[in-house]
Every structure is written in structure tokens, then in C-alpha cells.
């Protein structure tokens, strides 16, 4: 016992190399950063005003000075998918707060308190499970008449029971181990239990159930934002857009082409990042 | 067996109760007045007329009692009346529902035959380019909005093709609202059933069976699939809640005529009747269809069978 | 000719050695057992006779000749026919290598349908006539039951009667008794002995479990790092260990025979802990939730002095786990009163539990388990420093430093996390934040079992000179009596929830009194094989443990 034994784990690398290794890590984090630099400089990079009607003439196809054509009002086509990334990333972020935030402690606390608090959380839960999310969602902006801040609530509280449960079952698996005992032993507190042990475990897999939540969250608001009941106009939500360029199809393909294509790149970059950080945070290497 | 179906009926109905309760509180989260509200856009409706549609819908009412009524009328089969035509909801709901479940289910048919195989596939041909081949397409797949993918299914098939009609309600119609949701969620499933089948394979009694030197395709038959069933049949049930709750947009496309595009119209024209008509049936519906799985799922497993 | 062979064989896992260069022959009805710790390569070895070596690993080199056929040259395809038939192995957990969703009948017949082509009616008598072999009871009705259904025993007993109706050459069993109760794994070695006598299967056993090799084996072969260290016939082997990692092996080994302690505890006085009428159940019986509620404890009462070693011995479902708990105030849903230090800490809660819980603290039995996998050494230790002693900054550092070294751990360690620490260092962390709190009693919960053989005895050695020092009280959760000879003072037997015998660490450990510690000392492996054919009492293991405990002689109760 005089020499410092060697270190046991060759798994201690950090996680971000652990990510970067792994190709969907690697794309969806490249991705997703080109993605937020998008929205955050869309002042600076966007050609023109996103609700400047008469940029252009309306409709006019892609080409040298409007990229990606202009819309039925002579909007900048281009300029209303960068605004848009911003407002898309946006409701994510708030959506999945919501539901990171509230879901969690739900979740935390019904596996902690166990007994009847469990009980109830959990069915309740299970209950708001079966109305399903679109259902949630709809009903909320039903009630509450469609907007942007009404749908980005709604979406996040719809997802709510997803977050819950996958932190239910997460701090389960952790209660299940010994240390929070030896924790209680060593004179740690409900406070101290919950916060310091119990939810820091708990992190790694809702940061992957959050990084899914986004893409969930991006197709929620958008399909509300399709249905009319999310942004409304003149904002440059990509739902809402979608479905103004469905009356021009024929016209002006575009019109609904980019703004889909828009959509289902963002939610396949964070669908791949959801993935890989899975991977990286549950090595299954190595055989059993 | 029975003590867990008899668990899982009474956590149904306990739902369904949930429904009703968030049914009549709905009205009330409404900021500002429900009844102007609801009645904002026919212009010529006097106060008093207000008052009385307010006295009728029993609003003036403290809200234990106005449940009570709800019940009551519920269980004679009343869920109000539409704001407009003065129609019974539960009619109007009760005469598009079999073609919303038409609609799930048949979508359901098509996801299920795609995804389970694919996803076998996947899970089979593990860590080979099959299998990364199989889950970046599922992947696309869940990242297309299912709305978008519609739309452009319509504009291929119906319109550049003139294939199928583009809206409508007959039995041609149902193929492109079907494919659209089935596409979509056939992605899901098929990666659900990769990782479910992936945790079975990895099973200690699955090593047993090839310890036994069974043939390869005995063990996949007769160990894995059956005991990946099961998963199968609990994420079936997931996912028709799932379907439901797509087919709420999808009809809006197609026209479908289906409670999700009633709903929607419900909306847009504040015609609350329906939309809490259309809560409660939604959610009874998903209810009585995951009870009738949950019972597939009891008699399939031996050791909830025989207890 | 040689059953198996094995010359020079070498498995890689993503370039990392697994198996180094291994060689050994076994003989037709002969019982080889290979014996190593975790991390040997023993159940490798095993998996790659088998042909069911893991995704990533390969044989890089050498041969396994079984009867005269290199099984490293045959394709894939052609190893089929030959497991089971030829070369079968049964595995550790009986819980989970047993399809669930297919009947105990079905499971069977399936490999005889296969390897010996006989149809389904004459599969399942064979089948039949297999389970009765086996020792279970209503083979006919077995067939058509479900694993979850049977016990752990009986599910083993099912294991091996599915490989051994094919008379396959070689039988590999790896750990095939070590998720077994000891009553039952004495009774399914013996089987697995009878068995392989009668039907003239070799028997390769895969066990880290030194006792067990010397119940049934003929040959050993010990392996370390992937390579064969010291291989001899049993009797030799155990007598004059050549080398030194055998011998420190065998050492390790508690044995039933080993002298008792010879210290008395430094004081009697006044108990430290006292539990009285401890009574615990399990899953109150309602609407929609399972039926039975289930008595884990009845009417327990021990007394545990200063200095002294109490240990509880019993199998799982005996209920000594949750005495264990129940004393350390970690449940408290339980009838009966627990008094610390003469006080009654019983309804306490909040503030006032938290105060008394610094005199009791626990050691967990899995070391990794029991530590946060994101707190570093320091910040588990500085937790009941914190907490406990209200120590901060320089004060706290220093205490730190010393608890390490009390436990033998260099100072350096505190800021290792626990996946960067071996099983036993984690365990002395894990004893470190016991002592932090300066508790007078500490309750060890099998604090060695998830841990190597040759670590296991510097753990309870810590733990003896802890309490030397310090007069320290030791309440000692364990299955394995030749642990409870080394490290208990006085004993404590349950069984069902209750105590069925309790004196001195003599009196019930040499003179046992209740048929359940005889049977119970008498099914313990022991490890040296002269013993091997000692008369077991049979285990009447049924009677109601319904009886009072009245005395024996002084200090020495039994229950009857």
C-alpha cells in the first residue's frame, strides 16, 4: 500500500471527446452550432428585414439577389428562415425549460417522497400521459387563443409528463443504490438528499431526454405554428410558413419546400445529437 | 391476471373521470369571458341573449355544481349543443369518430409493417452498414414533419399525378392520410423495436438457448421474437395515442373527415361545446383502446397470466 | 483420450489479452475445477470452449481439442450441432437464464428434439424422467410450468437437467451455486456430483469459491491474468500450495475449523445497542396490490456491548439485512424499540434522529453502490465531517487525511472518484465515512461479499483493528460462517425473521444446538477436501420457528 495504485477506469475520459467520437455526435453538435450562430447573428447575416413586404416581387424564384426567392408578399425568403431559426430555437429552449424544470422535479420527488405522494404524482402523471401531447397542446392554445408565448407553454407543458416520467424512472435506478443511504447515515438532509446527490445522477439521462425534447418540441410548435395556432403572421415561424406556401405550390414550390427542409434539418441534427449523447453517456462497450 | 387487468380498468376510468373534471375546467381557464367569447362573431347577440345562453350553459353556476350537471348529462348521453347550428355535440363527434380511428388504425397497420421489420432487421444485422443504413433512415424519418410530408405526398400523388383525389373521405382517400401517418411513425417504431430487440439478444436466456446448440433461426423464432412481443404489444399501444394525436393535423390536410379536423375547426370559431366534447371522446377513446392491448399484453405474458 | 485439450489458447478483446497462452487436458469423468478471482479470464475460457465468445473478442491462437476434434478451426455452422450435444454449460444466475415466456417443458424438449431427433411425446418423457433425476418433485407437472414459478434451486436443478439429458462429453458449469442459498448449493453439488458419476460426464467447473472446489473437484487449475499460475490434483494442491498466489488464496479463505477470536471484548458494562421486540413486515395487503404481506422480522431482540462482535448470520429472506437497517435507523416503519446508549431513540425523527444517527453508521455491501459516483473520496468523507462533526476547512482537511490513513489509504486517493478506485479501496472509503462520524457501532452489511477472496481478509482485519483501538461495537451481517469464526464474538442465527439460536462465538459456532445451525454449518463448503465425504445432517429444514428462545447454558439461547 505505499505506491499509488494505478488508476482502475480507462472510461474517464471526458465527456466531450467521448461525444466528438462518435460520428452523430460530431455532425449534430457541428449542426447545431451552425444553427444557433444562424439565430444568434441573423441580424447581421440576414439580407434583408424578415417582415419587409416589397423586398421583392412576390414570388419570384431563387436566384441572384433573393437566394432563396421571396414569398407572395415580396418577402425575402431567406431572410424569414434565418429570423426564423432564432424564433424555432427559441420556443425549443423555452418549451424544454418548462418541461426540463417542472417534469424533473416531479419526477425527483415522487421517487423520493415514495408512499402516497408517489402514488398520486405518478398516476396523475400517467393520466396526463394518456391525454397525449398533441392533445395537451391543443387544448391549451384552444383555451388560451393561439400566440407565440401561449404555444411555446403550451408544447412545454404537454411534454411535462414525458420529463417526469424519465426522471421518475432515472431516480428510481438511483435510489435503488446504496449511497443515498450512506448519505442519510453521514447526517445529509431531505434538502441535501435531493439536490446534491440525487438530481446530479440524475442529469445525465434527462440532458439526453432533453436533447430529444428539443426536436419533439421544434415538430410540436411548428405543427401548431402549421395549424395556424402558434406565431402568428407576420412573425417568420417555419410552421406558419409551411402552411401559407401550401396555397402556392404549384407556383412557387419553394415556398414550402425550404421552410420544411428547414424543420426536418433542425430536428434531424438534434435527434442525432440526442443519440449520440446516449451512447457517450451509457458505454455499453466492452461485452457484458 | 385479473388483479392487474381489474388495476388497469380502474386507472382507465380514473382518467376518463381526469377528463371530465379537466372538461369543465377548461372553460374557466379561458382569460376573459367565455361566452362573449364564444359568441363574438355573430354580431347581433344582445346582453340579455347572453345572459340566458350563460344561464343555460349552467356558468353562472359555483363549479362543484356545474361537474355534477356535466355528469348528469353525460351519462344521458349529453354533451351540449354547438354554438352555431345548435347540433348535438356527441352526434356531430360520434358520426367522425370511426373515421379518425379508421384512420389510426389503418396507419397503424402501415407503421407496424414497416417499422417492426425494419427495426428486426436492424437489431439482427447489428454494428453492420444494414443496421446504420436502417436507423439514419429512421432517423429522417422521425425528423420529417409529418404535416410537411403530407403535403407533399398530396402535391405528388394527387395533384402532379392525379392519382388519388385530394380530399374527401371515401376509401382511395384513405391512402395518403394513412401513408403520411404511417411513414412517420413506422420510423419510431422501428427504432423502438431495434432497441428492444437489442435488450432481449442480450438476455442470459438467450445465451442459454444457443448454449443448447439450437440452429440459429430457432433461437431468433422461438426465443428473441416471442419475448420481444411483448415490448411490441405495450409500444403498440404508446404509439396509437401517438397515431390519435396525428391524425388531429393530418385530417386538417387531407379534409379528412374526422374529429381531429372538427376539433380544429372548434377552435379557430371558439365553439367550446365541441371542444370539450372533443376532450373527453379523445381521451376515452385512447382509454378503451390501450385497456383492450393491456389485455392482449396480460394474456400474452405467463407471468402476469398465471400470476 | 483426453475429453478436452486445450494447448496454448490465447483470446484478445480489441487487443487487450484476456486469455495469455492457456493449456490444460481434462479426462473422461473427471471434475476439473478452474479457480480464479474476478478479472481471471476463468468464465472467458469458459465462453470460448463454448464458441460464444462476446462481440469484439477472438482467438488469436492455439487449440481446443475436444475428443479429437480442434473446435478453433470449425466454422461457425458446425459448432452448433455440437453444443449441447457434446459440450453443454450451465451459467450463473438460474433467474434469468430461463426463458420466461416458455414453459420449463417446452425449453427442455426443444434441445432434445434437436440433438437426439425424437419427436415431441417421446421428448417430454425423457424430459420427465430428467427432472426426476434432478430431485423435482411432480416432473410431469414441472413440464408445463414456468420459470418464475420455481424457486432458484429448483431452476438450477432445471438448468442442469436440460444439459444433461443430451450426455454431452463435457459439462461446464460456471458459478453454477454462487446466487444459491448454502443449503441448496451443497444440495446441487452433490447432484451435480452424483450425476456426472453416473452418466461419465466430465465436469469442468468454473468457481472462484475455494471451498466448493474442494467439495467436488478432482484437478484444479488456478488462473490469474489470463494465464494458468498452479494446476495439481485437489488433495496436493490444498495441502502444499506451490505458488504464492495460490497460497494466497487459499489463506484468504475463512475456514470452518480456523480458531475463534481470543479477545475478549475490553468492557462489558452497559449495551451500546439494544433492539427489543423488533418486528418488520412487508407489503400491506389492499385493494389491487399483492396478497400477502410478508413477516421479514418477529419479536427480535439483541443487546450489542462495547468492543464486542455480534454477528447475524442467516440465508437471504433470514431477515438479519433488515435488523441491520433497522438498527442504523434507516427503516423505521418497524414495531419494537431501539435504544442507543441506553436512550430510546425509537419515535425519534428530524433534528433529533440526525443527532443520534452519528452512534450507529453502516457499511454497505456493494462498495461502488455505496458511494455517490459523483463525489470524490473527500467530498464523501467531508459529508458526515461536515454534518456530523461540524468541522470546516483546515480542521476538516486534516480529519480527512486521517481517516485515510487509519483505513490505509494514502492521502493522494481523496481526490480519486470511485470508478477510479478497485472494489476494496472503494470498501475502505466506505469504512472511512463510518468512522468520520466517531459512531460507536457500526453495522457491517456483507461487507465482503462483492469483494475478491484476497482482499476480503485485509477488510475484516481493518476491522478488527478498528475496533481494538477504539472499542468500537461491531454488528456483523453475514451468510458466510467461516467470516463469522474470524471477526464475531457472539453469535446470532435467524431464520424466517427469527432467532433461532444466540450465545457465545463457541457455543453456537462448535456446539450448536438448533438442527437449523447444524445443518447450516454442516452444508458450508469447506475448503479442504480430506472433509469432503463428512456425513451431512439432513437438513430438516422444515418445523416451525414458532418457539421461544429458552436457555441453553449461560449466555447460549435457543429457539424450541
Known sequence: MTALPEIVDRKARPLWLRLIRQPGGAVGLTLLVLLFLTAVLAPIIAPFAPTKMGAGQPLTPPGALHLLGTDELGRDMLSRLIYGARLTLWIGLIAVGISLSLGTAIGLVAAYAGGFVEKLLMRSNDILFSFTETLIALAFVAVLGPSLTNAMIAVGVAAIPFFARSAYAAALGEIAKPYLEGAIAAGAGHGRLVLLHLLPNVMPVMIVVATLGLSNAILAAAALGFLGLGAQPPLPEWGYMLSSGRDFFNRAPWLMLYPGLAIAFTVFAFNILGDALREALDPRSGGR | ?307 | MEVLSVNGLSVAINNRYVIDDLSFTIRPGETFALVGESGSGKSMTALALMGLLPQGAQVTAGQIMLCGQDLTVLPPRDLIPLRGARIGMIFQEPMTSLNPVLTIGRQMTEAIEVHLGLGRAAARKLAADMLGRVDLSDPMARLGQYPHELSGGMRQRVMIGMTMVLKPALLIADEPTTALDVTVQAQILNLMRALEREMVTSLLLITHNMGVVAEIADRVAVMQHGSIVESDAVSPLFAQPAQPYTRALLAAVPRLDAPLRSDAPTSRGSPVLELRGISRSFGRPGFLRRGLAHAALTDVSVDLHRSETLALVGESGSGKSTLGRIATRLDLDHAGQVFIDRQDVTRLRGRALRLQRAKVQIVFQDPFASLDPRFTARATLSEPLALHRGLSGAAKRAEAAQLMERVGLPEAMLDRLPHELSGGQRQRIAIARALAANPQVIVADEPTSAIDVSVQARIIELLIDIQKDTGLALLFVTHDLGLVRLIAHRVAVLRGGRILELGSAAQVLDTPQHPYTQSLLAAAPIPDPAWRDRPRVSASLSGGSKEELHGVSRGHWVAG
Open chain 2, 1 to 307: 391476471m385479473f388483479r392487474f387487468l381489474l388495476q388497469r380498468l380502474v386507472m382507465g376510468l380514473m382518467t376518463i373521470l381526469a377528463a371530465t373534471i379537466a372538461v369543465t375546467l377548461l372553460i374557466h381557464l379561458v382569460p376573459g369571458d367565455p361566452v362573449r367569447i364564444m359568441y363574438a362573431q355573430s354580431q347581433g347577440t344582445t346582453p340579455e341573449q347572453l345572459e340566458e345562453i350563460r344561464a343555460r350553459l349552467g356558468l353562472d353556476q359555483p363549479i362543484i355544481l356545474q361537474y355534477v350537471a356535466f355528469l348528469g348529462r353525460l351519462a344521458e348521453g349529453d354533451l351540449g349543443t354547438t354554438i352555431r347550428g345548435q347540433q348535438p355535440v356527441l352526434d356531430l363527434l360520434l358520426v367522425r369518430l370511426p373515421n379518425t380511428l379508421l384512420l389510426a388504425v389503418t396507419a397503424m397497420a402501415v407503421a407496424a409493417a414497416i417499422g417492426i421489420p425494419a427495426g428486426f432487421i436492424a437489431a439482427y444485422n447489428r454494428g453492420t452498414w444494414i443496421d446504420s443504413a436502417v436507423m439514419m433512415g429512421a432517423i429522417a424519418g422521425i425528423s420529417v414533419p409529418h404535416f410537411w410530408l403530407g403535403l407533399l405526398l398530396m402535391f405528388w400523388f394527387s395533384v402532379s399525378l392525379g392519382w388519388l383525389p385530394v380530399a374527401g373521405t371515401g376509401p382511395l382517400s384513405l391512402i395518403l392520410p394513412a401513408l403520411t401517418l404511417g411513414l412517420s411513425n413506422a420510423a419510431i417504431m422501428a427504432r423502438m423495436m431495434r432497441s428492444g430487440m437489442i435488450d432481449v439478444m442480450g438476455q442470459d436466456f438467450v445465451r442459454t438457448a444457443h448454449a443448447k446448440g439450437l440452429p440459429r433461426g430457432i433461437v431468433l423464432r422461438r426465443h428473441v421474437m416471442l419475448a420481444s412481443l411483448i415490448p411490441v404489444v405495450t409500444m403498440m399501444g404508446m404509439q396509437f395515442a401517438y397515431l390519435m394525436g396525428g391524425a388531429i393535423v393530418v385530417e386538417n390536410i387531407f379534409a379528412w373527415n374526422g374529429i381531429g379536423r372538427l376539433a380544429i375547426q372548434a377552435i379557430f370559431q371558439r365553439d367550446y361545446p365541441i371542444i370539450q366534447g372533443f376532450v373527453l371522446i379523445f381521451a376515452a377513446t385512447v382509454v378503451s383502446v390501450m385497456f383492450v392491448l393491456d389485455v392482449v399484453y396480460a394474456l400474452l405474458d405467463p407471468r402476469i397470466r398465471r400470476g
